[in-house]
């Protein structure tokens, strides 16, 4: 057969749009209920309580322990059977990606709050600061300049983790890719190219995780 | 012990530049051996970046600095050959963390100068004894006061059998009343006629154990003389504000 | 649960297990050269090798593993380049891990302060004994905890090697599952396995790290 050559991917450009345009709108939506479950996830995290502390750190090691490419496995051929339910790729995909972005991002929440130093909240309190008032006046500025680079670095693990839904059949870039290989047998240019699309999203969004940090370093 | 008149380090129109700011605007310096020099001034007046110079931890713009007869830009000789002659102690002591108060001692005469491990320990634990801290060879920095690791410090910068030590604020980071234990020790290598470059605030140590002092200020020497000229009967105004600042 | 099938099974994890151990150690290994050579090259700042490696480095971490394996696998034959799918996975865990190592033994080295650094000069050590003596125990005890971790993260990275038919713990369990049906024994012995593998590394660095800490650095 003739060698289309990196014209493959002209050739097939929106149908590859399309799987991306899928990849990224799993992931944006794991991200943004991540956001929001992992403060509150980090928050529970910083308490004293010792049961507590002990549940919460279970859960964050079992996403720790266990690979991510498992627990879609779990979602997708497990819960469906148990439950008698049935269960798309993408929301297994997002029901995973959120439970661990929880994990993640409370896990970077609670490392930003414990980061204050203790006279940042003994100031606090000697003004008369209520517990509620501390949080929002003294800890969460403070902390949210750690939450920022630690959060958008998070969610270019999350992108790059997207990548697995293909493996529970989901039908994002990386499938409509292979759809592609299968009629043109083209695999050095298409996975080329998957690879340069993946750098062109996660590199701005990694190289500006690192300068926020250094900027709001001090 | 009075100074003999051979010449140990010969500093030539020392220029050092910070960015565009001149740290050093050409210093001229003898110093004899056994000789013991303060050098005093205001902070930021250069005094440590001139230590550090000499010890050839700071690049400088121009001059030249000549220890036992050679310059020590020369391209024959090997930097740290020199530092192996020249023993410098710093103001955060900076013992390395992870080596035990012998370990500090010994790495530097068995690695840089290939001495016989008998010897050096021998040396150390003479030393060790004679600063008081006989029984911590064993210790690590973390488990000693800051005194107590400015004094290894000093015996580690010893063990190297240095022609001459500089010692660039040895006291100021140490707590009040551990600043006399070090203190003494250097006042006894005084006596013994080691020659030494003080740079520090203490004003009565500088009074008794300097040979000479001089005071800079602003990247040059201000004054030099004698310390009880110095501290008796300053010749200069900049040397009287200085004085006048430590009394109170 | 079908007890007799998790029995009949065993042996077939404990040799995916293998598989995983075997590919995910050549791959951490290959990380940690590949890691080494990086941080030197850009902490001495060699001109030319300095601009490539972090090149490399962006490109490295952040692409997935998927893609890059996939492009070893499937892509490179093309070319005429066939590699084995043990071969593409070592290679894609080195090409990934290499770069997070590198910036691991970086942070290290360049968290070693400057008066060590001139303290060593000032006792006259030479470059290579200032490295060998002062500059590596030191980083490297810094480093620790980022060096497990990468370690945990690349054996991890394993199981997306199922997507090119190594035959480690997940390529296991979906093979099962496909031929069986007998989706909660498989799934359960998969998670298992991860908890056998990964659990020990995880406690055994976490004691390491408390123990070399302590050793060099006090609390």
New interface residues.
Partial sequence: MQSLGPKVIIDNLPLLLDGLGNTLLIAFISMIISIATGFLFGILRTSKNKLLKLITDIYLEAFRIVPIMVWLFIMYFFVPRALGISVSGEFAAITIFVMWGTAEMGDIVRGALESLPKSQLEAGLSVGLSRSQLFIYIQLPQAIKRIVPGAISLSTRMIKTTSLVVLIGVIDIIKRGQQVIERTKEAFWIYGFLFVVFFIICYPLSISSKKLEEKWAN | MEASKEVLLNIKNLHKNFGDRGVLKGIDLVLHKGEVLVILGPSGCGKSTLLRCVNGLEKTNQGDIIFQGKSIYDKDIKMREIRQKIGMVFQSYDLFAHMTVIENILLGPMKSQKREKEEVLALARMLLEKVGLGDRENSYPRELSGGQKQRVAIVRSLCMNPDIILFDEVTAALDPEMVREVLEVILNLAKQGMTMMIVTHEMNFAKSVADRIIFMDEGVIVEESSPTEFFENPKTERAKQFLNKFEY | MNFEFIQKVIPMYVKAAYVTLYVGFLGIMLAVIIGLICCFISYFRVKGLNRIIKIYI??S????????I??LY??????GLKLSGTVCGVIGLGFLGGSYFSESFRSGLEAVSK??I?????????RW?LIR??IL??AF?ISIPQIAANF?FLL??T??L??IAIPEL?FT??TL?GLYYK??EA?LL??AG??VL??PF?IIFRILERRVRH?????
Avoid at chain 3, 61 to 68: D, M
Avoid at chain 3, 118 to 126: A, D, K, P, R, V
């Fill in positions: 962006e490109l971490r952040n692409t997935p593993l998927l893609v890059q996939f492009f499937f892509g490179l034959p093309q070319l008066s060590q001139e303290t060593g000069l000032s006792i006259g050590l030479n004994q003596y002062v125990p030191q005890s945990i991890k990275e199981s997306i199922a997507a997940v369990a979906k599952i989706t909660n799934l998969l998670t991860y908890l990964i659990l995880s050793a060099e650095f006090g609390s």
